[in-house]
């Protein structure tokens, strides 16, 4: 992470390069001077040397990665220049003597200007201690640095700054989440990237099993609050795990490096939903204490859903409609206690236990019409009651032993555990009498140990090499059943739906090493290979799955230069996405009976080769980056749906590998700094895809089916900060349709505003939001089509929504260098549902393990 930021940091200080001329000097032009170390740079070398440090103005702790810059005084023209290291120390060396003046600037702060300096042959001039005070006003000059507040761009990932976010107080990690330029996050919850689902989430580098079941119910239990950033990771390098064929979302939240006692308290109140936090910190000396608590409750969330439906089996058509009104709501918290210690100046400990709970429930009725070819309509309603609950424990040990700078080893470890529980209960009727009732039962604890140790050094001051091993293994269990009972009886086990298990055991062993080098053109190139090797040992209560061993070896490559204000990347990368353990659980989920989902133990992984080029510049006010990439995935794996042989008018769904998956478009983004205190921005993805996958036709053999088109989404942002503490932000966003295999899927919008105020020098804060405050509800639209089967439903969900929200701070801290803590887990890996995704007229049930 230390060389990415080390690489980003030059690739803006050669942004940069046109700007530092523009500044008046003596005898100067206006005019862009070669770059220091480029074919054009005919500048002499000497033997002298000028050096410094470099501080915040404020709290007095170093600035890493600050860009200087050595100009001539006699010719104005830019002479040599270096970075910043971790420790905001610099040195440039081999100068010839003479008059010079130095410039340093920082995304953040004022550009400062340090004059008359000369150097007699040989001489080593020490500048001490500098200080840069961070001053918004000076961004009209240096334009990127206006633009950095909300977005930035690094070699291999974009970060959406999130505490910037004034309109998500208040809420989750979802409503950051859908602000973020390359995501599009749909009304349910799930999150995709560039058009895939198939991508691993990381808080603060790493992995959950609370993320690892359902991506959209996890997110529910982040508070937005405690979001700092949130970094897209298109192009992983070696080191990250190979799994998730999209690629990679971390989720950063803020931490406190402050010396004393403070508490802040976060609360919020809305029409769909309250909050509470308390977050606290104890730091004196060597060790820091942390502990903070979240919670949340979710209440008035109405859905609506129609389904039509035509299914042919054996010749006889079936036609089912249905309607259904639902209603959702849960509580949700998050706690965690953290403590880290100094044990040397260069050597660290962390460690930590965190603690997740949710508690959702959903209730669905449903009223089916079905029509037969020759029998009379049935006509039956179904009240569903379904429970999300879950418990989750990580716990990590976490050791760094930093030799010098950007030279480390570290050691990191992580247990987590989630225990699930996915049931539901149904009513059914007909004729508004009480027939009959089921239940479905499926429990499931995942857990699992990681060990992890990484190692990296520099290679004079151009190269960065890196090598570690890792291994996971991970232990599953689900039990399921199916019981019916008469309307006053008790519950039996249903014969046709007998009982099972799924105890699955998936173990990985990686080793990987990756090489950065950086030429004096400021070509910057890094490559790196991994290797993972599977072990699975899986069975049911019917025997073992033959489900073999399996080994991968997946190449990285991703290359950057900067000429005349414009950014270039290429990057390749070849990715695994094993099966979630949602899509390999043989638990039959019949909660809506006409929408049935089983998965698939048999299932293998995918794999997926990501290209990508990207052009970032620029141009005055304005910075604007577009990405062209392509995805190509083969045995990929793919939703089967046909109708149910047993239940007439039902479809199943189960996962097979029996797909093909080819995408390319671009993403592009644009930020304007139409003053120093207002900006705004846009962004658009735009795709092509082809799928292609098998289904049973109507003699029962398996048939090949295709589907393409394109996908659009976009949006558009803009953020104004005015005195006296006031701020203001908007959002909008809106998604197309989208293609799937066997249909497609209608699009929706989403927008937000809110308004903060800041008060009592800024250690309080009072601040209001309104979501989708125009419109009552919106609808999403999907139809399917098979050769066995037509469906058209409707989703219309009730998202109108208004927040208030409060901060306050308390405790008076003072600010300490903060010190380089011991790096974490890093699990990138099996594919996670997004969950939340309803069937139409139904509620998910009897979600896998995981």
């Known amino acids: 992470m230390s060389k990415l930021l080390l690489i ?53 702790k170093p600035i890493e990665f600050v860009s200087i810059a050595l100009y001539s005084k006699g010719n104005g023209q830019a002479v040599d220049g270096t970075v910043a290291d971790e420790k905001g120390k610099f040195a440039i060396t081999k100068i010839a003597a003479g008059d010079y003046k130095v410039m340093l600037s920082f995304i953040g702060y004022g550009n400062k200007t340090i004059d008359n300096i000369k150097l007699a042959k040989g001489q080593e001039v020490d500048l001490g201690m500098i200080s840069l005070a961070s001053n918004t006003k000076t961004l009209n000059e240096v334009t990127v640095t206006g633009q950095g507040a909300l977005i930035e761009e690094k070699v291999d990932r974009l970060v959406y700054n999130a505490e910037k976010d004034i309109t998500a107080k208040g809420g989750d990690a979802t409503d950051i989440l859908r602000k973020v330029p390359l995501l599009t996050v749909d009304l349910d919850g799930n999150v995709s990237l560039r058009g895939s689902q198939n991508i691993r989430v990381l808080i603060n580098n790493k992995p959950s099993t609370i993320i690892a079941n359902s991506v959209a119910d996890a997110l529910k239990q982040i508070p937005a609050d405690q979001i700092k950033s949130v970094e897209v990771i298109t192009s992983p390098s070696a080191k990250y795990d190979a799994e998730g064929s999209g690629g990679i979302i971390n989720i950063i939240t803020k931490k406190n490096s402050l010396q004393g006692l403070n508490l802040n308290v976060d609360a919020g109140v809305g029409n769909r939903g309250s909050m509470l936090a308390l977050n606290g910190g104890y730091r004196k000396g060597k060790a820091g204490f942390t502990i903070g608590g979240f919670g949340r409750g979710m209440y008035n969330t109405v859905t609506k859903t129609s389904l039509e439906q035509t299914s042919t089996v054996e010749g006889v058509t079936t036609t ?69 609950l879950s418990g989750t424990v990580d716990v990590n040990v976490d050791y760094l032993h930093t030799f010098k700078p950007q030279q480390e080893w570290s050691v990191s470890t992580l247990y987590s555990r989630n225990d699930l529980t996915n049931d539901f209960d149904a009513d059914i009727f007909k004729e508004k009498d009480l027939t009959n009732r089921q239940r479905n039962l499926n429990k499931s604890i995942n857990q699992e140990f990681t060990f992890q140790s990484d190692y990296q050094t520099p290679i004079k001051k151009n190269q960065m090499l890196e090598f570690g091993g890792k291994g996971i293994f991970r232990e599953v269990t689900s039990k399921y059943s199916f019981l019916i009972a008469e309307p006053t009886g008790d519950f039996k086990p249903e014969t046709d739906q007998p009982a099972g298990d799924l105890t699955y055991h998936q173990n990985i062993a990686a080793a990987y090493s990756s090489y950065t080098y950086t030429t004096k053109k400021r070509y910057t190139i890094k490559g790196g290979l991994r290797y993972e090797h599977t072990f699975i040992d899986a069975s049911t209560n019917e025997g073992t799955v033959g489900v073999g061993n399996y080994g991968v070896l997946v190449p990285s490559v991703n290359a950057s230069k900067t000429f005349k204000g414009t950014t270039v990347k290429l990057g390749y990368n070849r990715r695994i996405q094993r099966p979630g353990l949602q899509q390999l659980n043989p638990n039959f989920n019949s909660a809506n009976p006409q929408n049935i989902t089983i998965g698939n133990p048999e299932l293998r992984p995918e794999l997926t080769n990501n290209f990508e080029v990207g052009l970032s510049k620029n141009i005055k006010k304005t910075y604007v ?226």
């Open 625 to 850: 980056n577009a990405t062209f990439f392509g995805r190509v995935t083969n045995n990929a794996i793919s939703q089967v749906r046909q109708p149910s042989d047993t239940l007439a008018g039902a479809i199943v769904t189960t996962y097979k590998n029996i797909g093909k998956q080819h995408a390319y478009g671009t993403n592009i983004f644009a930020n304007i700094a139409a003053t120093s205190k207002i900006n705004f921005g846009v962004f658009a993805n735009v795709f092509y895809t082809t799928l292609t996958g098998q289904t049973i036709g109507q003699n029962g053999l398996a048939q090949e089916i295709d589907n393409d088109g394109v996908n659009v989404s976009g949006g558009i942002f803009s953020q104004a900060t005015f005195g006296n503490g006031w701020g203001a932000q908007a959002f909008g966003f809106m998604q197309g349709t989208q293609i799937q295999l066997q249909g497609k899927q209608g699009g929706f919008g989403f927008y937000t505003v809110g308004v903060k105020k800041e008060f009592a020098n800024k250690k309080a804060s009072l601040g209001l939001a309104a979501e989708n405050f125009l419109s009552k509800r919106f609808k999403m639209h999907t139809e399917l089509t098979s050769l066995q089967f037509n469906q058209v439903s409707d989703v219309y969900m009730y998202n109108r929504g208004f927040r208030l929200t409060f901060t306050y701070k308390i405790g008076k801290m003072t600010m300490d260098a903060p010190k380089r803590k011991a790096k974490s887990v890093n699990n990138d890996d099996v594919k996670s549902e997004g969950g939340g995704q309803q069937q139409s007229g139904g509620q998910g049930g009897g979600n896998a393990p995981r």
């Open 320 to 388: 089912t409609r249905q309607t259904g009104d639902g209603s959702s709501h849960g509580l949700f918290g998050n706690y965690n206690l953290g403590f880290d210690y100094d044990i040397a100046k260069n050597q660290s400990l962390t460690a930590g236990v965190k603690y997740g709970v949710r508690n959702f429930s959903n209730q669905q009725d449903l009223i089916t019409r079905l029509m037969k070819t020759g029998t009379p309509d049935a006509l039956s309603a179904r009240n569903v009651d379904a429970k999300n």
């Open 8 to 60: 980003t940091a030059i690739v803006t200080c050669s942004l940069l390069s046109p700007v530092f001329a523009q500044f008046p000097v003596s005898g100067g032009s206006s005019k862009p001077k070669a770059l220091p170390g480029t074919a054009g740079d005919q500048t002499p070398k000497g033997s002298s040397k000028i050096s410094g440090s470099i501080v915040d103005s404020a709290s007095s």
